[in-house]
């Protein structure tokens, strides 16, 4: 059952008088249930719980709090039916999205569960002493990861699931040992709270201490300001709009005591087309391409914004089937009004620019919160010119920009922003692929994808979800991947340490059974 | 030969008519060169070759790498005579400290080079495709870590050689692929020109990309502050004060574009002594904390300030010996009067705090700039109540606070700053020992010293030279060791790459026969 309550540890309150209801932009209408704004003394409880429940949290042992990650996805299978329910009344969003996007959550939680048995993401190093080094003796030095930390997550408007309460952030956040504030996105409330309660109880049947998980609720942007300013707070992640993002980094940097701020703020993922690649096949190409801007409605960090080729008959081809092809997919529901308008004020604003075309029909969609899917062209000489048109235009849309020649497609990706994903359509012996092109492109983005769509971001190690700013607000972490454990680690070391005081992970008989850095070797 | 001159790139430039001279602290007196700060327009050549000279050394072999550095070292050994006289004469430090200090610095660069050629460090990880995976297929995902563009590097008044021209700051970055901008420290710029020259002849010798390396002089804070917003420049390293650290970071904050600060700045690093020690070994301790506390006229980021026991006779007989033995070592000369000046400050400002009291004799020094050894006293309720006590004072002075009981030793340990080390002297049995008072100061610091002194900064694997603001801006990194090659490294990721298009670290025959991690496996 929805409550409408904060998660302050594993009690319900709701003191504040502030509330709202979430939205069902199929409907158009406000759900039901209300919601209750967490309020001042309940973001100090729970940040202080948070604090608290710290000292004990990163004491208890990475095999138990695998096994609560593990617990947390038992949890969420039980539920599955309740979110569904809730998560598809307030998305607008499908129940295969939904179970889709379930089961990948499921899968970060089990994927972080089985690093910590393993050890290895602790980066355990020991160097043994020599005492009779001259002129001074080396001492026995011993390193190891600790968590940093209570994290606020900022749960994602897109990914209610995988990048919200239980996602992607709170699972590698639990793994490191850091206790979790969520700042639950007031657009799903339902949802969060259902998950946090499967969390709470994964928490209680573990016997992870109370406080560990907290889940606040807000209607606008004062709950966040004030969980990013708590002293008893060590870093936060987010996914989410530049704006929020950058918000949120310059509220941490102004700290007395700055913090680290993971931030996913999206991108426009340029694709670049090279010609051999269309002339074979241009058809498939378009298809592939109206399919990748227009899933999720388009509502994705990597969603294609702008296409890059040469100007070409093949491209000319290309362009007409790809319009063909968006125009025949039937609008799907975005999140939310609020995000329906912020697409079409960006479509708007693009359209100020007179050497920007829109290629696509002018349609009138009586469906409200159903947006039009939207093809542009642009010649890159004035793609260059106007900077606002790398903004991100959060739905079913994309940019199509064409190029006089190699030289100028290399200027257009110098001219680039920091970027999620960059993507090259091309056969393998193009001569317009240049190894200049890939290495220009690299250095724009966290990853490079070859023939391919960028949306599908698949969970593994050799996963980068992140790039130069304002793609990410730190570039050398990842968000997706198990490697997105080290945004809450830090090293500390143990120098002439008595055994007996050594965390077990640093101990010389290797109670843990990991793999370590003996001397720079692994053993 | 000192020119007095800026190195943009290979080129010995003076443009600027703003010029210095640096400061013989022993004499007393000014020393004869001239040097020019940087105007703006070397400023912008210096960060716009920076950026060119990017493109290319980030293709430049790990092995090639490796060869710049050795070839930096062998320089330095070249003209390490030369190097000796210019540091002694703008430092005050000794030639034992210069030729210590030199030596460091070389093995600083051997350990990168080394480092180079084992190619672990860039994490390289391969998760193989399976491609009738269902429900879709899993695409082929490469990833390692890249150099994150020119780095500004500012050089610490307090390490000449090991954290300026020369230091661990630009091994690690050259070593990352990084070129470097220095922004050279004032008071010693002529130790800094005749290390970058050593910098250009080995970039030179091993064919480096002209503007891999370049020497900035300044006069004041303004040639940092432009090269901190320098669009060209991706991140900065820094070793000195916290309000030093701080503007820079708050600058690199507030850019439109935010660049990581790796900020280190320093810290009062805590002792605790445990009775039993004291009992033993009271006279010893004194004699070597004495010593710890006044080595390099305490100069020292790891200088022992704040010195933690209980009330008994044992820490007052202690105290005793370790002011009878400070008071006997005779003052060595500090680095600058503005640094002799402000340590003076510093104990003024302390004295304000009537709750202190200074145990060391009234001295009346006749010599300028060769500080006083100071030993002052507050009791841990006190201590307590002043926050300003816990700020760093630069030089050879520690306070000593008394707890009445281990409940009070906590609280103190609870309330402090972050700290780049703390310190425990006990015995291994000691009952007041306990698991919570380690558990609470691994949560200030970056290392834990068992049994010894903070001052010494061992350059190893194992080593955390970093710990929770204000020790340092981001308490994720190391500025000691060869991990601090990961403050200027990001991950990128190739998905379904052609082998000709992928770095050779990434590809299939593994040419340069590297340590991977393949599907999970370190192969």
Not at 86 to 92: A, M, R, V
Not at 94 to 110: K, P, W
Not at 129 to 135: E, T
Not at 225 to 231: E, H, T, W
Request: glycine share 8%.
């Amino acid at each position: 059952m929805i409550t409408g309550k904060n998660y302050i540890g594993e009690d319900l309150s709701s003191e504040s008088l502030v509330n709202f209801q979430t939205f069902n932009p199929v409907l158009n209408a406000k759900n039901k249930i209300t919601f209750f704004e967490a309020s001042d003394s309940e973001i100090q409880k729970a940040t202080k719980l948070a604090s608290d429940a710290f000292k004990i949290f990163k004491q208890v042992s990475a095999n138990k709090r695998s096994e609560f990650l593990i617990q947390i996805s038992e949890e969420l299978k039980l539920i599955s039916e309740e979110i569904t329910n809730i998560y598809c009344s307030e998305t607008g969003l499908t129940e295969g999205r939904c179970l889709g996007e379930l089961g990948r959550t499921i899968n970060q939680l089990v994927s972080f569960a089985e690093l910590l048995k393993e050890g290895k993401y602790q980066e355990v190093s020991i160097d043994n002493p020599i005492p009779n080094r001259k002129p001074l003796p080396k001492p026995d030095l011993r390193k190891m990861l600790m968590p940093i930390g209570p994290v606020v997550v900022f749960g994602a408007s897109n990914f209610p699931l995988a990048y919200s309460t239980a996602g992607g952030d709170t699972a590698s956040a639990l793994a490191a040992g850091c206790p979790v504030i969520l700042k639950s996105h007031p657009m799903h409330a339902g949802t969060g709270e259902l998950v946090s309660s499967a969390i709470i109880r994964a928490a209680t049947k573990t016997n992870m201490p109370n406080g560990v998980f907290s889940n606040l609720n807000s209607k606008g942007i004062e709950v966040g300001v004030k969980l990013v300013n708590s002293p008893c707070v060590k870093a936060v992640g987010f996914t989410g709009s530049l704006k929020g993002g950058r918000a949120i980094y310059d509220l941490a940097s102004k700290r007395r005591n700055p913090i680290p701020v993971f931030a996913e703020m999206g991108s426009v993922n340029p694709v670049l087309i090279f010609p051999k690649k269309l002339g074979k096949e241009y058809a498939e190409l378009a298809k592939q391409y109206a399919k990748s801007i227009t899933v999720g409605s388009g509502q994705f960090c990597t969603n294609p914004g702008i296409i890059i080729s040469f100007q070409s008959d093949n491209f000319d081809l290309f362009i007409k089937k790809l319009v063909e092809e968006i125009e025949q997919i039937s609008p799907s529901c975005m999140l939310h009004p609020n995000i329906y308008n912020a697409y079409n004020l960006g479509l708007e604003k693009i359209k100020q620019n007179s050497n920007v075309s829109e290629l696509t029909r002018e349609i009138n969609t009586s469906d409200k919160n159903f947006p039009k899917h939207v093809i542009s062209h642009v010649s890159a000489e004035k793609f260059m010119e106007d900077k606002s048109l790398q903004h991100e235009v959060f739905g079913p849309c994309s940019l199509i920009v064409t190029c006089q020649d190699d030289k100028e497609m290399y200027a257009v990706i110098e001219s680039l922003e920091g970027q999620l994903t960059g993507t090259v359509l091309a056969e393998n012996n193009d001569t317009f692929l240049t190894q200049e092109i890939i290495d220009a492109l690299e250095l724009k983005v966290g990853r490079i994808i070859f023939n391919g769509v960028p949306t599908g971001v698949e969970v593994c190690e050799s996963m980068t979800h992140g790039g130069p700013y304002p793609a990410s607000t730190d570039s050398r972490f990842t968000a997706v991947g198990i490697n997105s454990i080290k945004r809450w680690l830090r090293p500390v070391s143990y120098q002439d340490s008595p055994q007996s005081l050594l965390p077990d992970e640093l101990k010389n008989e290797n109670p843990l059974n990991i793999k370590r850095n003996i001397n720079g070797i692994i053993i």
